[in-house]
């Protein structure tokens, strides 16, 4: 992350103020009271707390080391027994000279590009069998490099953590390094704007140093090595502080102007590191012991970069609150579903006689409603046929045809049929012969025309067929004829 700092006006650190005291209010307001079994591994060395709604109840401290897991186990059990601690959240800050914490300097990048590199340095610097699990905390970017903070696990202690935590049915909240209660103390300190400041901490034995700017956000982390035996811790330590300001100064052109020491009297005195120091150092304003430390480790936030806890199991809880939080949804619907069909059915018992006959006149209308479609359907039938008649005039000729040919009789032949399209009507002409006498050729035609008449095609056949057979009849009487063949010719109009 980059490192800005400006200047600000008094109205705007006015302001700044009132809404960091409003989201510390709200915050708190809104907190639910802490309930949590905090736990410390430090070297083997095991130590426990209980925290019943925000109150420190009971403590206890277990004898010997602890190096493996079945012990570890036993110990989390015993401390749940000996603090009488009722409920399920665990916290647990681990400091072991097994696991591995280093600083790089790499060139500015993605992060996506980043995790690669991280993973793989990660597992060519563990000194264990088996998989290593890291956490990362980026710092100073400058000068195109970017300092990044990492620590390594090895993962299948994390692995036998949470089992501990299933077989005991405690939810792990933290499981951060030692280093973390350190970076928490850096927000609390005063650092002027445009400022940096530097923490010595010495926790356990372990001498860290941690910097960071008026925002109480580290961006340098470093842990120091055990001293020479022909060097004093003191000088040590001051020699490293000097190289971390002039790094500060150089890298983000920021001024330390105080230290501030957070250490074990009894290990190592401020006196004996100032001498080494130009930087006035300045004693913390507390001077905890390792309840405090205890009480500090549950109160971390569970979002740290360095919670070795992982993202499934921190999200657990909120997942089975939520899964209650729908389920009692869901309860509440159908109490009300429940509640407002009985309203429903109460108001329908009350006002049945009117239901009944409301729902009467709805199937007569939906009765009515089914006559009149069919009524409609038969009309639409209707016009269609008609449309199919009148619409397309060309195409008469051939059903009419086919429908002449369903009437004429054996003894009837056609030899020439004519329909013809005038302004106003169809005019149709038919010529034929028939092999009967006169009696039976009048009769045949007689029935054709009736036919005509009738069918769908409404022909209105002209009167003067009679007298054309007539006259045939005549012509045959001073001819002779070989057998009887009369010709007719039938001329009328499609209404």
Same mark, same amino acid.
Request: charged fraction near 20%.
């Given at each position: 992350?980059?490192? /800005? ?126 998989? /290593? ?194 389920? /009692? ?167």
């Amino acid at each position: 992350m980059s490192l /800005a700092f400006t200047m600000t006006s008094p109205k705007q650190q006015i302001r700044s103020t009132i809404r960091h005291l409003s989201a510390h209010v709200r915050k708190t307001s809104l907190r639910k009271r802490l309930t949590v079994l905090s736990v410390s591994l430090i070297d083997g060395r095991f130590k426990a707390m209980s925290i019943i709604d925000d109150l420190i109840h009971l403590s206890w401290e277990r004898p010997g080391i602890i190096l493996k897991p079945e012990p570890l186990r036993q110990a989390i059990a015993d401390a749940i027994r000996h603090t009488e601690f009722p409920g399920r959240h665990i916290s647990i800050l681990v400091e072991d000279r097994r696991f591995i914490s280093l600083t790089l300097q790499l060139p500015m990048m993605s992060l996506t590009d980043l995790i690669p590199i991280l993973e793989r340095k990660a597992q060519q610097v563990k000194a264990w069998e088996g998989p /290593a699990a890291w956490r990362h905390h980026l710092g100073i970017q400058a000068r195109g490099q970017q300092n990044i903070y990492l620590e390594i696990w090895p993962q299948q202690f994390i692995d036998d953590i949470l089992l501990i935590c299933d077989e005991l049915q405690l939810e792990l909240q933290q499981l951060a390094p030692l280093s973390a209660l350190a970076e928490s103390q850096l927000g609390t300190l005063p650092v002027e704007p445009g400022e940096a400041t530097i923490l010595i901490s010495m926790l356990e034995g372990n001498v860290m140093f941690v910097a960071g700017g008026e925002d109480g956000t580290s961006f340098l982390i470093r842990h120091l090595a055990p001293a020479q035996d022909w060097v004093s811790l003191g000088e040590r330590i001051g020699t490293e502080v000097n190289r971390t300001i002039m790094f500060i100064n150089q890298q983000v052109n920021l001024t330390v102007s105080q230290i501030w020491f957070l250490g074990e009297e009894e290990r190592l005195t401020l006196e004996e590191v100032q001498p080494h120091v130009s930087t006035p150092i300045l004693p913390c304003p507390v001077n905890p012991d390792w309840q405090y430390w205890l009480w500090i480790g549950a109160t971390l936030p569970m979002n740290l970069s360095n919670n070795f806890t992982p993202p499934e199991v921190r999200r657990a809880p909120m997942r089975k609150k939520l899964t209650n939080a729908i389920a /009692a949804s869901i309860a509440v619907i159908m109490i009300v579903c429940v509640g407002t069909t009985g309203i429903i059915e109460g108001y329908f018992a009350k006002n049945q006689v009117s239901v009944q006959a409301v729902i009467q006149q709805a199937e007569a209308l939906q009765q009515d409603q089914q006559l009149w479609e069919g009524r409609l359907v038969t009309l639409r039938h209707k016009r269609q046929w008609m449309q199919g008649i009148t619409s397309r005039p060309s195409s008469l000729e051939g059903p009419f045809l086919s429908y002449l040919g369903t009437l004429l009789l054996p003894q009837t032949v056609l030899n020439k049929v004519s329909i013809t399209r005038t302004p106003t009507k169809w005019e149709v002409e038919i010529t034929g012969s028939t092999d009967t006498n006169l009696a039976e050729t009048l009769l045949l035609l007689e029935q054709l025309i009736t036919q005509l008449a009738a069918g769908p095609y409404h022909v209105a056949v002209e009167h003067g067929w009679r007298d054309q057979l007539l006259a045939q009849t005549v012509s045959a009487s001073t001819h002779e004829r070989t057998g009887p063949h009369y010709r007719f010719t039938l001329k009328g109009q499609i209404s």
